[in-house]
């Protein structure tokens, strides 16, 4: 859980963060060279061993802005600045062995992109390529004719204007690196000055960026560092292939985040710190019925993330017996929240004051509210009585109990005098065990000797 972190100083000063897509691959760049890592354990950067292994672009890049690798590893595709008027170029190269970056050739493939380019995206099969402008902070899309050659790109348009998302009004300025969802139907992008926060984005229609619009949801990508500055600018983003995990470069490192729900930036887990702490919310038993009402406790601390909470509770008078009277619920996850939570106590005794206590807790210990005093409702008896009566009368209503009188059914009815007849019979034969039939109005159906012999009439 939390935020784990590895220095790359070393080699290339935190720009760029590309994953082959098994995990066990990392590249990075500065300002003309690319570098390649290996994690011994996939998507585990604390595992990062330098492979001594880099590819100079010098030869067509004076600076280098970002870069891709196909998903089978034998293409790559370099974004960077060209010539005195700092144009954006995109240039394909051959990888002669998968994902080893020493053995890249270039393919005398270049496409001027007529942009500020910062940040590139291509999709798994080859087929799309996202650009972010960080002059206007707008992402641009295109389309390969061909799979994987960059010859064949063109620029996305409908009805004769490039396909764009202006992401100004929620990031602001200052867009840096960006990322996207296997899917297209996600993007991520991070704001490397100004907020330093990474924002998520959907896009009804996966690919086309016209429909994208913000979830509302972000992270600040520097609060929980503990290295100095704290200030350091996020330049690049990249997700594990399961969603669970996600990447940011920024100066001289690249951090890890934990993430409770695959692709959901909101859901990072910090690191656990301490147990957490808890209140019963007294006075406030909610829905109370004769056998079941519900309990509320509030988290005012999560001690960074908790993994359990609910409510034990045990009978009034029960004391001398606490061990054997005592009862609990509780659910079980990965909890961030603050603030109230709601549990059904079921199984309860009509009319009945129970004791009820909130608990939550982690691997470092367990708290516990205070004991508050909550009531079942008492049980509404119908009337009934009997009487013979007209069969062509629809006025006989009755419950059903199966556990003694202790809950009744819905009402049935209201039935004439065979209708009822009907009706009960279907119940009494249906399943096994002792039935219990109570009547709200003064009417004695025909129940055979039989059918009688199987029910307890109250009247």
Known sequence: MGVKSYDISAQHAGSGLVFANSGTKLYGFNATTIFQYTLSVA??????????????????????????????????????????????????????????ISTASYNSIEKLM??????????????????????????????????WDLSTITKDTT?????????TSIVGTYIKGMTMKPDLSKIYVVNEATTRMA?????????????????????????????????????????????????????????????????????????????????????????????????????????????????????????????????????????????EFRMTLSGLKPSTVYHIIAFAGNVLGIDYGEWILCSTLGITTPDYGIHEEEPTTPTICFYVSEDGGHTWSLKFGPYTTDQADIAITKILVRGSGKKQIKFTTDALTGLSASVMCKVDVKI
């Open 43 to 100: 998507w585990n950067i604390t595992t990062i061993t330098y492979d001594s292994k880099s590819f100079n672009a010098s030869g067509q890049a004076s600076t280098i802005r970002d870069i891709c690798i196909s998903t089978n590893g034998t293409k790559l595709y370099v974004m960077g600045v060209k010539g005195e008027l700092q144009d954006i170029y995109v240039w394909q190269y051959t990888l002669s062995t998968p994902f080893d």
């Open 114 to 147: 007529y942009i500020l380019g910062i940040s590139c995206f291509i999709n798994s099969v080859g087929t799309r390529l996202f650009l972010i402008d960080t002059l206007y902070d707008i992402a641009i899309s295109y389309t390969f004719g061909t799979p």
């Open 159 to 167: 009805v004769g204007v490039t396909d764009t998302y202006d992401f």
């Open 199 to 339: 924002y998520q984005f959907a896009m009804s229609t996966p690919g086309y960026l016209p429909s994208t619009s913000y979830e509302n949801k972000s992270l600040n990508v520097t609060k929980e560092f503990t290295l100095s500055p704290l200030t350091l600018n996020p330049n690049d983003l990249a997700f594990s292939s399961d969603g669970y995990t996600f990447y940011v470069s920024q100066a001289d490192y690249i951090f890890s985040y934990t993430l409770r729900i695959a692709w959901d930036i909101s859901s990072y887990v910090p690191d656990m710190t301490d147990a957490p702490t808890v209140e019963t919310v007294d006075e406030l038993c909610e829905d109370r019925q004769a056998t079941t009402l519900t309990a509320v406790g509030k988290i005012l601390t999560t001690g960074g993330y908790y993994t359990f909470r609910g409510f034990e509770f045990y009978e009034d008078g029960a004391d001398d017996e606490y061990d054997e009277s005592m009862y609990a619920v509780r659910e079980m996850g990965i909890f961030i929240e603050t603030g």
